[in-house]
Protein backbone atom coordinates (compact mmCIF):
# COMPACT_ATOMS: atom_id res chain seq x y z
CA UNK A 1 0.00 0.00 0.00
CA UNK A 2 1.50 3.48 -0.81
CA UNK A 3 1.15 6.61 1.39
CA UNK A 4 -0.68 9.10 0.91
CA UNK A 5 2.61 11.72 -0.12
CA UNK A 6 3.40 8.92 -2.25
CA UNK A 7 0.35 8.99 -4.12
CA UNK A 8 0.23 12.93 -4.13
CA UNK A 9 3.53 13.00 -5.69
CA UNK A 10 2.71 10.40 -8.34
CA UNK A 11 -0.56 12.45 -9.23
CA UNK A 12 0.50 16.20 -9.00
CA UNK A 13 4.66 15.15 -9.67
CA UNK A 14 6.73 18.22 -8.94
CA UNK A 15 9.61 19.45 -11.31
CA UNK A 16 8.38 17.08 -14.24
CA UNK A 17 9.75 17.31 -17.40
CA UNK A 18 12.92 18.59 -19.23
CA UNK A 19 14.99 21.62 -18.20
CA UNK A 20 15.70 23.42 -21.37
CA UNK A 21 18.66 24.76 -20.50
CA UNK A 22 20.46 22.34 -18.10
CA UNK A 23 24.38 21.59 -17.16
CA UNK A 24 24.17 18.00 -16.95
CA UNK A 25 21.97 14.94 -17.18
CA UNK A 26 22.05 11.92 -15.52
CA UNK A 27 19.68 8.50 -16.99
CA UNK A 28 19.46 5.04 -15.48
CA UNK A 29 16.94 2.53 -15.74
CA UNK A 30 15.90 -1.37 -13.61
CA UNK A 31 16.82 -4.40 -15.55
CA UNK A 32 14.12 -5.80 -13.40
CA UNK A 33 11.34 -3.69 -13.60
CA UNK A 34 11.74 -1.85 -16.76
CA UNK A 35 11.97 1.67 -14.85
CA UNK A 36 13.72 4.20 -16.80
CA UNK A 37 14.69 7.99 -15.19
CA UNK A 38 16.41 10.95 -16.79
CA UNK A 39 17.36 13.70 -14.09
CA UNK A 40 18.51 17.08 -15.40
CA UNK A 41 20.26 19.63 -13.32
CA UNK A 42 21.16 23.44 -13.65
CA UNK A 43 24.17 24.57 -11.77
CA UNK A 44 24.00 27.92 -10.27
CA UNK A 45 25.88 29.72 -7.57
CA UNK A 46 24.52 30.84 -3.90
CA UNK A 47 25.50 33.66 -1.83
CA UNK A 48 28.81 32.04 -0.35
CA UNK A 49 30.11 31.46 -4.06
CA UNK A 50 29.38 27.26 -3.79
CA UNK A 51 27.81 25.44 -6.80
CA UNK A 52 23.90 24.46 -5.80
CA UNK A 53 21.26 22.86 -7.96
CA UNK A 54 19.39 25.73 -9.13
CA UNK A 55 16.60 23.90 -10.56
CA UNK A 56 15.89 20.37 -11.41
CA UNK A 57 13.92 18.07 -13.86
CA UNK A 58 13.25 14.49 -14.80
CA UNK A 59 11.68 12.54 -17.02
CA UNK A 60 10.37 8.60 -15.86
CA UNK A 61 8.93 6.00 -17.57
CA UNK A 62 8.39 3.75 -14.73
CA UNK A 63 5.45 2.81 -12.13
CA UNK A 64 3.67 4.93 -8.95
CA UNK A 65 6.55 4.60 -7.05
CA UNK A 66 9.21 5.46 -9.86
CA UNK A 67 7.50 8.61 -10.53
CA UNK A 68 6.82 9.46 -6.66
CA UNK A 69 10.83 9.02 -6.03
CA UNK A 70 11.61 11.15 -9.27
CA UNK A 71 9.43 14.31 -7.67
CA UNK A 72 10.75 13.84 -4.26
CA UNK A 73 14.37 13.36 -4.71
CA UNK A 74 14.17 16.68 -6.97
CA UNK A 75 12.49 18.68 -3.97
CA UNK A 76 15.18 17.30 -1.67
CA UNK A 77 17.99 18.04 -4.12
CA UNK A 78 16.45 21.77 -5.56
CA UNK A 79 19.01 24.70 -3.89
CA UNK A 80 21.63 22.46 -2.10
CA UNK A 81 25.54 22.41 -2.82
CA UNK A 82 26.26 19.70 -5.05
CA UNK A 83 28.33 18.43 -2.27
CA UNK A 84 25.14 18.30 -0.09
CA UNK A 85 23.00 16.58 -2.95
CA UNK A 86 25.53 14.11 -3.53
CA UNK A 87 25.05 13.03 0.00
CA UNK A 88 21.17 11.65 0.00
CA UNK A 89 20.35 8.82 0.23
CA UNK A 90 17.63 6.01 -0.97
CA UNK A 91 16.06 6.13 2.52
CA UNK A 92 15.62 9.65 2.82
CA UNK A 93 13.78 10.01 -0.30
CA UNK A 94 11.70 6.77 0.97
CA UNK A 95 11.30 8.45 4.73
CA UNK A 96 10.51 11.59 3.14
CA UNK A 97 7.49 10.09 1.13
CA UNK A 98 6.16 7.79 4.17
CA UNK A 99 7.86 4.96 3.31
CA UNK A 100 7.61 2.67 0.08
CA UNK A 101 6.66 -1.37 -0.06
CA UNK A 102 10.12 -3.11 0.02
CA UNK A 103 9.54 -4.52 -3.27
CA UNK A 104 9.90 -0.52 -4.45
CA UNK A 105 12.82 0.73 -2.73
CA UNK A 106 14.44 0.29 -5.58
CA UNK A 107 12.80 2.59 -7.05
CA UNK A 108 14.20 5.19 -4.51
CA UNK A 109 17.86 3.96 -5.52
CA UNK A 110 16.85 4.69 -9.22
CA UNK A 111 16.12 8.25 -8.34
CA UNK A 112 19.37 8.68 -6.11
CA UNK A 113 21.02 7.15 -8.87
CA UNK A 114 19.99 9.68 -11.36
CA UNK A 115 20.60 13.01 -9.31
CA UNK A 116 23.99 10.98 -8.62
CA UNK A 117 25.11 10.18 -12.48
CA UNK A 118 23.82 13.99 -13.24
CA UNK A 119 26.18 15.53 -10.35
CA UNK A 120 28.87 12.81 -11.67
CA UNK A 121 28.67 14.17 -15.17
CA UNK A 122 28.39 17.93 -14.81
CA UNK A 123 31.73 17.37 -12.43
CA UNK A 124 33.86 15.19 -15.06
CA UNK A 125 32.14 17.26 -17.76
CA UNK A 126 34.44 20.16 -15.34
CA UNK A 127 37.13 18.11 -14.88
CA UNK A 128 36.73 18.51 -10.93
CA UNK A 129 37.19 16.24 -8.91
CA UNK A 130 34.84 13.56 -7.71
CA UNK A 131 34.12 12.41 -4.75
CA UNK A 132 34.34 8.61 -3.80
CA UNK A 133 30.33 8.45 -3.56
CA UNK A 134 29.34 9.32 -6.98
CA UNK A 135 32.37 7.03 -8.07
CA UNK A 136 31.36 3.95 -6.45
CA UNK A 137 27.40 4.90 -7.38
CA UNK A 138 28.15 5.54 -10.73
CA UNK A 139 30.43 2.24 -11.85
CA UNK A 140 27.02 0.42 -9.78
CA UNK A 141 25.36 2.60 -12.65
CA UNK A 142 27.87 1.36 -15.45
CA UNK A 143 27.54 -1.89 -14.69
CA UNK A 144 23.83 -2.15 -14.71
CA UNK A 145 23.64 -0.51 -17.63
CA UNK A 146 26.16 -3.05 -19.50
CA UNK A 147 24.05 -5.87 -17.84
CA UNK A 148 20.69 -4.16 -19.72
CA UNK A 149 22.44 -3.50 -23.16
CA UNK A 150 23.92 -6.98 -23.56
CA UNK A 151 20.66 -8.81 -22.24
CA UNK A 152 18.45 -7.02 -24.40
CA UNK A 153 21.19 -6.21 -27.48
CA UNK A 154 20.04 -9.53 -28.87
CA UNK A 155 16.74 -8.62 -29.10
CA UNK A 156 17.26 -5.21 -30.61
CA UNK A 157 18.87 -6.96 -33.19
CA UNK A 158 16.41 -9.17 -34.04
CA UNK A 159 14.06 -6.19 -34.59
CA UNK A 160 16.26 -4.38 -37.06
Known amino acids: ?18 LEKYSAIGKVGNIACGDVMWLYIKVGRNANDEEI ?11 TAAIATSS ?20 EVADTLGGLPPVKMHCSLLAVDAL ?17 VLVKRHAHVEKESKEFDERYSSLMSKSN
Open 1 to 18: MYSEKVIEHFRNPHNKGR
Open 116 to 132: SEAIYNYLQAKGDVIPE
Open 72 to 91: MVTEIAKGKTLKEAAAIQNK
Open 53 to 63: IEDISWETFGC
